[in-house]
């Protein structure tokens, strides 16, 4: 009983007692002492043979039935929401804002609806969309005019799947609150409870647009915890719970009237591999189910309470009201009051949790990640309660077993078998920031606008139970709003504006940054066409997720027509050799792989007819130079969290000693030995047109320090021995300059040497190495010292960086050498692009678009909205002989989308041909391979559009290597 009166009944009488005046302190102590007589009272009555006798009715018998009527309340607003005219929270001081000459997306209509006029934001609401009388602004006294120019209005995005808050950027050990580790069934725990609002991520989601997000507890339980749906904005209070969008009443003991709907609730739930620290499937299963009995009970005991309650029978009213505020959350579950998100991958796992629904009749509101659900749509409908909301990644597949058959084809599949569709982004898994490109790829591969749009608004707003507050622009919505400076679904979008409940955010001009140069032209504002991927969708299918990645390989006559461009690597970079939009459509002839003429139909008459040739039809498209994938394990790993099917750790030598057997105290290794031909990776790599690969062995959480030699071979080869396949054996030298990571998430127990430490080292063998030596490690710094390889560092520290600068000067200055250093990861080299770029240093910026993940990269520059400037403009205005590359396999094939992004931040300062140097002939050079691959570059033919254009897929590679073109 103590428990039971102790903690939760206080909590559970308030929020149920009709009396709310009365002070809640007054009603838990009223409650806890008559409790007592209550059941005392009913004693008595019990103890005499009551049969006959009249029915003892409780003195709290209207209590007890106004807590039962509770029961069956569904939750929703209030009958009155639509009619309020102030938002509960709006705040004194926040201006009334006018958007006007707007092209607005409403999100109504299937997301069909777009209105040409103004948005009127007033009192955190939005009280007017497309035509705002002006009766409606006389009266105000504060109103800012924003004109749109005719520019993209969308309702704020959602990210339905975020970490922000409790797995804060940068990462540290203090703020790491992802996941408990206390057992696998945790309902009672509430991801608001460790929300770091000093989390680096939120203001760089809201410069990506992002105004709302699910904040849930991670993977590694069954039932994780409670989560919650929370706006961006900074509140006056700066705390977490000020920034949940509708707490629930349960929160913090709200006193509430009785008879308002109750508030929807939000809980995480998890099923798969991520659950094995207790025990298999079999077992995180048996503990669903055993939790779910216990709610079970709990809520049946307390339906039998009130059915007698109800029915007047106060002789079995026994007692107090049923409780565990272990299982009330549960409880709450089977009650259809709480939204349930399901981490999920594989059909196992989503027939267990089927099954599971239905066994105890509760909704799964949501599937995420769902990488197998597409291959499964009758077994998903079969959740209890209907057709669930499935959140997807666009592209971020193969990275474990479970999402081995994940497809980029799964949003439009799903959509067409009836599914709503949520896009997120798991952050930071992927980059919050960048939630809009979610959407964008989505499309990309067939998702329908209205859709794609839907999936970060009014999809997630309904499976949030938030739909009508957030997700669509109409009177009487939440105003969160974000004004774009071109159309969302093209890539490079970005916020000039955002409001917060009406609250202008500080991104664009909030901070004197001009967002959208470079893209003025009308196209801009043009949803862009996209590619018909009929053919691939049907494969995935055909195939469970794993279609066939051979080529046809085309020898003789390939002759593509309908070309409008060609671009061409020499001498000064990538030039047009050829350009439709001035002569009109053409015509590229290859024989045997090599391109024999280029131009104007009349250009290549002499090659004419093309009776025997294949003909490919490039519908307006391009041919351009192929790309290289610089910085990831590709090719060394068929699945990254498999070790077992990669090349296996490294030794290192800062935490062990290397074993004698080697030789070489360093244990340095060469990244061709472990190269594996083949990986899924690899030939998507190559059929997306990056058909290089340079690859060197490093593990997830850079505790690792020398990383070897790198190499560098073709991505669609067949196997190491086949012609060309190792375009250079030994690319580079790697060697890691990082701080040791926060958290060990490896759980090693390796403790990784510090960043004097690693520079001390490095030191020492520049400064020693000797090309003589015995020991590989010794002789491979000696090469690198003076330069007959390069040396790619990788570091994020500017701090870091400038130690390095100077070394290199000394080792220099000492063995009379030139040093050839490549700095890689390099988020904060921005600060010291002068430096740099005296130097004569590289950079790789890899990933491109970073976040701060480590405190090493904390001080990247974010480019617009936040900064005028991006990375990428800031190291080539200094000279700096600048790369791109993707630290992760299972992004190789996205190259050309990151260079997009690069040529759309770069405010019209990064033409497309000099956003494809950044990884093709930069990377070359900066890696010593442009003369391995001299007289051997491929050639990407891309249908529809150009290299870097949602409108193009590749359709061919031309190879002279080989002689070929292959033909996908
Ligand atoms: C929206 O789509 C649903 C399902 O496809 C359809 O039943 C409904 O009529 C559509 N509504 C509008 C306004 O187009
Ligand atoms: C809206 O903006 C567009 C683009 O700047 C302009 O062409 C149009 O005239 C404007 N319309 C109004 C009503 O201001
Ligand atoms: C509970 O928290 C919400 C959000 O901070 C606040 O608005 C409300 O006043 C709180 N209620 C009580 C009873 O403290
Ligand atoms: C799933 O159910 C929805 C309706 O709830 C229906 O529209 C859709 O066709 C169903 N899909 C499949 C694959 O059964």
Redesign the pocket.
Known sequence: MSDKIGVPLPVATRRQNPRRRLHPIALWTLAACLTFVASSAYLSSASSDGRARATHVPWNAQDILARCATLSMVPGPPADFHARDVSDRYEEGIPSTLI??ATIWTGRENGTEILFGDVLLEKGLVKGVGYVPRTLTEGLKELTVVDA??AWVTPGLIDFHSHIGIYSLPTLRGTFNLNSHKGPILPWLRSIDAFDTHDDSIQLAIAGGVTSIQILPGSANAIAGQAFMLKLRTTSEHSPSSMIIEPPYSLNGTVVDPFAPPRWRHLKQAAGENIDAYGTRMDSHWAYRQAYDEARQLKTAQDAYCANAQAGLWDRVMGDFPEDFRWEALVDVLRGRVKVSQHIYEAVDIDAIVRLSNEFQFRVDSFHHAAEAYLVPELLNKTWGGTPAIALFADNYRYKRESYRGSVHAPRILSDNGFPVIMKTDHPAENGRFLLYEAQQAYYYGLPAPLALASLTTTPARAAGLDHRIGFLHEGADADVVLWDSHPLLIGATPVRVWIDGAPQAVGPERGVVVGRGKEAPEWRELPDVPDWRKERKKVLEYEGLPPLKVENVAGRVVFANVSEVMVSGEEGIQKTFSGATEGNGIVVVEDGKLVCAGIARTCSSFAPYDHARMVDLRGGALAPALIAFGSPLGLEEISYESSTGDGPLYNAFVKDVPVIIGDTGGIVQAADGLQFQTRNALLAHRYGITVGTSYSHTLFASDVISGLSTTFRTGAPHALADGAIIQRVSALHYSVRRPPALDLTQSGNSAPSVSTRIAVLRRLLLEGDEGSKSATVMWFGRAADGRVPLVLDVGSADAMAVLLELKKEVEEKRGTTIRMVFTGAAEAHILAKEIGEAHVGVILTPSRPKPETWDDRRLLPGPPLSNETAITTLLANNVLLGIGTPDAAFAHQIRFDLAWAAADAGGRLSPDQALELASVNLERLLGIDRALDGQRDIVAYEGGGPLDLSSKVVGVVSIGRGVVDIL
């Open positions: 006007k000459n120019e005719g």
